[in-house]
């Protein structure tokens, strides 16, 4: 085990891979974690990564369209963290993730250094956990 500390994880949950950024106890500072391949493993391998890193709340960026309303990624999202819930037994929580890919890959291409779509992923899952934290400041589960 890699950590006992509690944190939380966001999830940036897209067809083809799954960003994952987590957020410490104490300094409650988000940050990139990994990206992993989306398949029928990924919510294992979610689960996997929580018990690791002592996660007590997963947070899981909803896309929505222009509008505010539901999307089919929206609905396909929304399946997959019914997957989720079926694997770990921590509370799962939907933040808006309004134009965090496009933030992310901003600020990766004012770096003037090479990334991946990958790299994308998983700076907008940490743009989602920011978000949360900022809008839950005091939630108490982590």
């Known amino acids: 085990m890699e950590t006992a500390a ?3 994880m966001a999830l940036d949950v897209g067809n083809r891979r799954i960003g994952v950024a ?7 500072l988000a940050h990139p974690l990994t990206t992993i391949e989306r398949s029928d493993d990924s919510p294992m391998l979610i689960k996997e990564l929580s018990e690791r890193y002592g996660v007590v709340k997963l947070i899981v960026g909803r896309p929505r369209g222009l509008s505010g309303q ?3 990624q929206t609905e396909q999202t929304l399946q997959f963290v019914g997957q989720l819930k079926a694997q770990v037994k921590i509370p799962i ?6 134009l ?11 770096r003037r250094s090479s ?12 743009y989602i956990l920011e978000d ?3 809008s839950h400041p005091g939630d108490t589960h982590v």
Not at 22 to 28: E, G, P, T
Not at 100 to 110: F, N, P, Q, R
């Open 115 to 126: 990334y991946k779509k990958a790299d994308i992923d998983a700076l907008a899952a940490t």
């Open 6 to 8: 509690k944190s939380i």
């Open 132 to 134: 949360y934290l900022t």
């Open 22 to 28: 987590l957020a410490d106890s104490l300094a409650k």
């Open 93 to 98: 929580e939907l933040q808006d993730e309004a």
């Open 100 to 110: 965090t890919s496009v933030l992310a890959e901003k600020e990766l291409a004012s």
């Open 70 to 72: 539901n999307t089919p």
